[in-house]
């Protein structure tokens, strides 16, 4: 019997009085929690409740996944609501948040207590409160495919898992291992997450509702662990001895993590560590209250912001011209096969395109595939990938070092030596094959494009596709426009970006671009410190503590010195008399010519490696500090402020000189370009949350103390006498659809 029509759930009630209630809303591609979903779900949980008839239910979906966690928009609108009620009377806007907050958690909870067997039946991935929703099942039952995540991301966003997840999964899986999930916002295959505790059982996805249906029927216990007499919780409570080593592990871990940076590790461990030691409902009590903090805290929304919404938008063609066709991209030519070469291969291969790898000769390109080979090998070691993967991935790649191979390529990559002549040389070599019809884009790191542009026959088809290190693990690659690229070419890289599923961002033509320019701020501030006298280690601890991913030295390392070396003779060749030298060159001169030391590529740099991958700051880099400051006289804040000042000032630079054209990419630019402090939300959002004013002041006192670099440009003046913020004066335009 079918009872229910266009709604987000079906009701179907067997013979047996068994209600399977199917997740299916209508017009979505995957479910989410919505207002909607919790009155609906509310409402059967009072009919199973009260109804006599019915003996038990099973949760499952329709669609594919089986939820993918609540609807963002819903948890922003009521921050928003929370903002304005705040305005006048901010302990009701507060107490009204924390209610609004608890409506989930206090469903969950009706539902474990209706009194009748529950049992999830997870069909797909089970994400956020759609996990949440089956921990307060009484029985977990999922598909067997390895495909399948099961996990709470909440803290990815500035959140944490609001609807009972902080108090369910430790009660079923133990702290630390609940812990080591939530922190990092991960996920679980079935089998793993079987084999935590988190779920029940695996059975093939052709019995998951006959399995349920068996487990209901089996005089099923509708009384979940936690609210029987004499429930343990694995692993012990905090003030057990075993539960006291995870803390001591935990609050390690969590340190190394966060750098204390993150409200929302912070409040997921506290969640835990307090509610482990009280009855359920005052954790759930407990949990709701964190949550209410951090959706009060500027963090979460400046991380929805850009990692979810900005993020969606540009990776679905928010900058991609209209008007023109999807670029058919089958085959595509990578010329140069080092360290960027070999990745921009093996990511397209992987996605399904033809790549044509070229290098001087044969023998260097088929060393650019053996990294393919190496990083699938790496995904077979973890069970994501087959050798039948292998064998395609490497199919896909035709090393050489014949330029008539690229014959048929629809778009060809250079990524050689950042050297002007040699690119101009590879230019004229792949258009003498591919005619000028062919997009031409460059991976140059900070060769201007209108430059390069200038050798190749058509301007208009020449881009630059600038990608990061490691091009397998960075999500971002920056598109610049020179100025005469067209917007066929724009298209055609944006096409391609999407095909190889990472976030582009699209910036105007000038040295450096905006990724570079901003990250070597970063960098240069580092050896300026340096060459201050800062002891090393603390130039290290304070870029780490300003939220960096790594020390600005350690970062110098990963991308090279020598190449460092390179650009700035670049630099210099290019600008001649306006070329303004800093510390960095001496430093830089030192290490590559006088030292021989080129960074992580030849284990040797501002650190040196070992052969096991470990490394540690090579002493000798004392010997480059004309003077040694004492670390007791050193403010690290102020080391921290410096880093972080320097990069967002140099965006606002970028914005002003019309680099960049949209606050989003600022944002997610840089947080996924080169790590700029996620928990900010990016270089703009870490200048709005403190208001331009204040950020003013602080480039003024910087100034003051450490000279003109950090000199407010006219915009950012403008901005604070406005009293206005970057996202309320260049607000993106709506989401266009994808096309
Ligand atoms: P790399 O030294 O690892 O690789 C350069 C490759 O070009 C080498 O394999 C070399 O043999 C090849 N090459 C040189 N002359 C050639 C020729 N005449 N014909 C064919 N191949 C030739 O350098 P890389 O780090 O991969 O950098 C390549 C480009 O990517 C540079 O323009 C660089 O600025 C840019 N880039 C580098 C990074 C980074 O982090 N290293 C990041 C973004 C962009």
Same mark, same amino acid.
């Given at each position: 019997m079918?009872?229910?029509?266009?709604t987000?759930?079906?009701i179907?009630i067997?013979k047996?009085?068994?209600?399977v209630l199917?997740?299916?809303?209508?017009a979505?591609s995957?479910?989410?929690?919505?207002?909607?979903?919790?009155?609906?779900?509310?409402?059967?949980?009072?009919?199973l409740e009260?109804?006599?008839a019915l003996t038990?239910?099973?949760i499952?979906s329709?669609?594919?996944?089986?939820?993918?966690?609540?609807?963002?928009?819903m948890l922003l609108?009521a921050?928003?609501?929370?903002?304005?009620a705040?305005?006048s009377?901010e302990r009701a806007?507060?107490?009204?948040?924390?209610e609004?907050m608890?409506?989930f958690?206090?469903?969950?909870?009706r539902?474990?207590?209706?009194?009748?067997?529950?049992?999830?039946?997870?069909?797909?991935?089970?994400? +956020?409160g759609?996990?949440?929703?089956?921990?307060?099942?009484?029985?977990?039952?999922c598909?067997?495919?390895?495909a399948?995540?099961?996990?709470?991301?909440e803290?990815? &966003?500035?959140?944490?898992?609001?609807?009972?997840?902080?108090?369910?999964?430790p009660?079923?899986?133990g702290a630390g291992?609940?812990?080591?999930l939530?922190l990092?916002?991960?996920?679980?295959d079935?089998?793993?997450?079987?084999?935590s505790?988190?779920?029940?059982?695996?059975?093939a996805a052709?019995?998951l509702?006959?399995?349920?249906?068996?487990?209901?029927? /089996?005089s099923?216990?509708p009384?979940?662990?936690?609210?029987?007499?004499?429930f343990?919780v694995?692993?012990g409570t905090?003030? !057990?001895?075993?539960g006291?080593?995870t803390w001591?592990?935990?609050?390690?871990?969590?340190?190394?993590?966060?750098?204390?940076?993150?409200?929302?590790q912070?409040?997921?461990?506290?969640?835990v560590?307090?509610?482990?030691?009280v009855?359920?409902?005052v954790g759930?009590r407990?949990?709701?209250?964190?949550f209410?903090?951090l959706?009060?805290?500027p963090?979460?929304?400046?991380?929805i912001r850009?990692f979810?919404?900005?993020v969606?938008a540009?990776?679905k063609?928010?900058?991609?011209p209209?008007? &023109?066709?999807?670029?058919?991209?089958?085959?595509?030519?990578?010329?140069?096969a080092?360290?960027m070469?070999? +990745?921009i291969?093996?990511?397209?291969?992987?996605?399904?395109l033809?790549?044509?790898?070229?290098d001087?000769?044969?023998?260097?390109?088929?060393?650019g595939?053996?990294? !393919?080979e190496?990083?699938?090998?790496?995904?077979?070691k973890?069970?994501?990938?087959?050798?039948a993967?292998?064998?395609a991935v490497?199919a896909?790649i035709?090393?050489?070092?014949d330029y008539?191979?690229?014959?048929?390529?629809?778009l060809?990559?250079?990524?050689v030596f950042?050297?002007r002549?040699l690119?101009?040389?590879?230019?004229?070599?792949?258009?003498?094959?591919?005619?000028?019809?062919?997009?031409?884009?460059?991976n140059?790191s900070?060769?201007?494009?209108?430059?390069l542009?200038e050798s190749?026959?058509?301007?208009?088809?020449?881009i630059g596709?600038?990608?990061?290190s490691?091009?397998?693990?960075m999500g971002?690659v920056?598109?610049?426009?020179?100025?005469?690229?067209?917007?066929?070419?724009?298209?055609?890289?944006?096409?391609?970006?999407?095909a190889i599923r990472?976030?582009p961002i699209?910036?105007?033509?000038?040295?450096?671009?905006?990724a570079?320019?901003?990250?070597a701020t970063?960098?240069?501030?580092?050896?300026?410190?340096l060459d201050?006298?800062v002891p090393?280690?603390?130039?290290e601890?304070? +870029?780490r503590?300003?939220?960096?991913p790594? +020390?600005?030295?350690a970062?110098n390392?990963?991308v090279?010195?020598?190449?460092?070396?390179?650009?700035?003779?670049?630099?210099?060749a290019?600008?001649g008399?306006?070329?303004?030298a800093?510390?960095?060159?001496?430093?830089?001169e030192?290490?590559?010519?006088g030292r021989?030391?080129?960074?992580?590529?030849?284990a040797?740099g501002?650190y040196?490696?070992?052969?096991?991958?470990?490394?540690?700051l090579?002493p000798g880099?004392?010997e480059?500090?004309?003077?040694?400051?004492?670390?007791?006289?050193?403010?690290?804040?102020r080391?921290?402020?410096?880093f972080?000042?320097a990069?967002?000032l140099?965006?606002?630079?970028?914005?002003?000189e019309n680099?960049?054209?949209?606050?989003?990419?600022?944002?997610v630019g /840089?947080?996924l370009?080169?790590?700029?402090?996620p928990?900010?939300?990016?270089t703009?959002?870490? &200048?709005?949350?403190?208001?331009?004013?204040r950020?003013?002041?602080?480039?003024?006192?910087?100034k003051?103390?450490?000279g003109?670099?950090?000199?407010?440009?006219?915009?950012?003046r403008?901005?604070?006498?406005?009293k206005?913020t970057?996202?309320?004066?260049?607000?993106?335009?709506?989401?266009?659809?994808?096309e």
């Amino acid at each position: 019997m079918v009872e229910t029509k266009d709604t987000d759930f079906r009701i179907d009630i067997g013979k047996d009085g068994i209600a399977v209630l199917t997740w299916d809303m209508p017009a979505r591609s995957m479910n989410v929690i919505t207002e909607r979903v919790m009155g609906e779900l509310g409402a059967f949980i009072d009919r199973l409740e009260s109804d006599e008839a019915l003996t038990g239910a099973i949760i499952t979906s329709a669609k594919p996944a089986f939820c993918a966690g609540a609807d963002i928009a819903m948890l922003l609108g009521a921050g928003k609501r929370y903002e304005e009620a705040a305005r006048s009377d901010e302990r009701a806007a507060t107490a009204a948040l924390f209610e609004d907050m608890r409506s989930f958690s206090n469903l969950l909870r009706r539902l474990e207590t209706c009194g009748k067997p529950v049992v999830a039946a997870l069909n797909g991935t089970a994400l +956020g409160g759609g996990l949440e929703i089956a921990l307060a099942c009484h029985h977990r039952i999922c598909a067997d495919d390895r495909a399948i995540k099961l996990g709470l991301p909440e803290s990815k &966003i500035g959140l944490l898992p609001g609807g009972g997840g902080t108090q369910r999964l430790p009660r079923l899986m133990g702290a630390g291992d609940s812990l080591k999930l939530m922190l990092r916002g991960g996920s679980l295959d079935p089998d793993r997450a079987r084999a935590s505790g988190m779920i029940d059982e695996v059975v093939a996805a052709r019995s998951l509702l006959k399995s349920a249906r068996a487990w209901v029927e /089996s005089s099923a216990d509708p009384v979940q662990p936690w609210d029987k007499d004499g429930f343990r919780v694995p692993g012990g409570t905090p003030y !057990s001895p075993s539960g006291m080593m995870t803390w001591i592990a935990g609050n390690a871990l969590y340190r190394k993590q966060t750098l204390d940076n993150y409200p929302a590790q912070r409040a997921i461990m506290s969640c835990v560590f307090e509610g482990l030691q009280v009855p359920i409902d005052v954790g759930l009590r407990i949990e709701a209250r964190y949550f209410t903090s951090l959706l009060r805290n500027p963090v979460a929304g400046n991380m929805i912001r850009t990692f979810f919404f900005s993020v969606q938008a540009l990776a679905k063609g928010a900058r991609r011209p209209g008007g &023109i066709a999807k670029s058919r991209l089958r085959k595509i030519g990578v010329v140069g096969a080092g360290m960027m070469g070999a +990745g921009i291969a093996y990511v397209s291969a992987a996605a399904g395109l033809d790549v044509v790898l070229l290098d001087r000769d044969k023998a260097a390109a088929e060393k650019g595939r053996a990294l !393919s080979e190496k990083l699938v090998r790496g995904r077979i070691k973890r069970g994501q990938a087959s050798e039948a993967d292998l064998k395609a991935v490497l199919a896909r790649i035709e090393p050489g070092g014949d330029y008539g191979l690229l014959k048929g390529c629809d778009l060809v990559i250079e990524a050689v030596f950042e050297d002007r002549a040699l690119k101009d040389e590879i230019i004229a070599k792949v258009q003498a094959v591919t005619g000028k019809s062919v997009v031409f884009a460059s991976n140059t790191s900070t060769l201007p494009i209108t430059g390069l542009a200038e050798s190749s026959l058509d301007p208009e088809r020449f881009i630059g596709i600038h990608f990061f290190s490691p091009v397998h693990k960075m999500g971002l690659v920056e598109i610049i426009r020179g100025e005469r690229t067209g917007d066929e070419a724009l298209a055609v890289a944006l096409d391609y970006v999407r095909a190889i599923r990472k976030t582009p961002i699209v910036v105007n033509d000038a040295r450096g671009f905006y990724a570079s320019r901003v990250v070597a701020t970063y960098i240069e501030e580092g050896h300026r410190m340096l060459d201050e006298g800062v002891p090393p280690a603390m130039i290290e601890n304070a +870029g780490r503590l300003a939220g960096m991913p790594v +020390g600005p030295l350690a970062l110098n390392d990963e991308v090279s010195l020598d190449l460092s070396h390179k650009i700035a003779a670049a630099a210099k060749a290019d600008l001649g008399a306006d070329y303004v030298a800093t510390p960095r060159e001496r430093i830089i001169e030192e290490m590559v010519v006088g030292r021989g030391r080129f960074g992580r590529k030849n284990a040797k740099g501002f650190y040196d490696y070992n052969e096991d991958g470990g490394k540690r700051l090579w002493p000798g880099l004392e010997e480059l500090q004309p003077e040694r400051l004492d670390p007791d006289t050193l403010d690290v804040s102020r080391l921290c402020d410096r880093f972080l000042a320097a990069q967002a000032l140099e965006t606002v630079r970028c914005l002003e000189e019309n680099i960049l054209e949209d606050v989003r990419e600022a944002d997610v630019g /840089s947080v996924l370009g080169w790590g700029f402090a996620p928990f900010t939300g990016g270089t703009l959002s870490y &200048i709005d949350t403190m208001g331009p004013a204040r950020f003013l002041a602080l480039c003024e006192d910087l100034k003051a103390d450490h000279g003109a670099r950090f000199e407010p440009p006219a915009l950012l003046r403008d901005m604070a006498a406005g009293k206005e913020t970057f996202y309320e004066r260049y607000a993106p335009p709506p989401a266009r659809a994808a096309e």
